[in-house]
């Protein structure tokens, strides 16, 4: 059943006039019904993953999403490896428009930026079921520009380094605007040989599953 459900989407992403939100919209279900377990494994392997590469290892500054959705690779353990580690870790706060003096990306009424955490304790807020840090006015403005690496959140990415988001926007706004290498982390069989791409769609440089680490311009 599920090689027939991956066969399925291959076929689909293929096809030039296959609907997008209708491939997203069965990767979420694909992804909601996936065992527990087997999404604490499989992370687990990833983190690992991470923890080994060397393009991790060199960065001092990185941008991290932190886990919201349902059966989402889990990032806390790659967060908390990057403090101990003593990495800057900038993760992602949503809010309204206009909510935070910092700069920012917009989608429609909402906008994303980037906080600097220094453990996972800051994480309290929450927006769309993401945890974030409080926004306070005597925050630090963050440079964009020292983000070495950006670890990006999909429902699946391809070998070109194409995604399928979770259709919000912000990264494709948000990685044209850094000078940072950028990564995107899925589990094995949401990884495509190609997905279909709009003109506004950003991409990644390297994808991590628990099985391979995929450089797209190797």
């Not at 992804?31 to 377990?37: M, S, T, V």
């Not at 769609?201 to 680490?213: K, Q």
């Amino acid at each position: 059943m599920l090689l027939d459900m991956i066969n399925y989407l291959n076929y689909s992403a293929r096809m030039t006039n296959f609907d997008k939100e209708d491939l997203r919209e069965k990767l979420i279900r694909r992804q909601r019904g996936l065992p527990r377990h087997r999404v604490e494994a499989n992370s687990k392997m990833i983190s690992q993953r991470i923890r080994n590469w060397q393009v991790w290892e060199d960065a001092n500054c990185v941008h991290i999403y932190v886990t919201g959705k349902r059966n989402e690779v889990d990032t806390l353990p790659i967060i908390k490896d990057s403090l101990s580690f003593g990495k800057r870790v900038f993760v992602p706060q949503l809010g309204l428009k206009g909510r935070t003096p910092l700069r920012s990306v917009s989608v429609g009424r909402n906008s994303m930026t980037v906080m600097e955490i220094f453990s996972l304790e800051e994480l309290v807020d929450e927006y769309w079921g993401i945890p974030q840090p409080i926004f306070e006015a005597t925050k630090k403005e963050t440079n964009w520009n020292e983000i070495d690496l950006t670890v990006v959140p999909g429902l699946a990415f391809d070998q070109s380094g194409n995604r399928i988001g979770y259709g919000s926007g912000y990264y494709d706004r948000f990685l044209p605007e850094l000078p940072s290498e950028s990564v995107g982390l899925c589990f094995s069989e949401n990884f495509f040989d190609i997905l279909p791409r709009g003109a506004h769609d950003a991409h990644v440089e390297y994808v991590i599953t628990e099985s391979i680490l995929h450089n797209v311009v190797s």
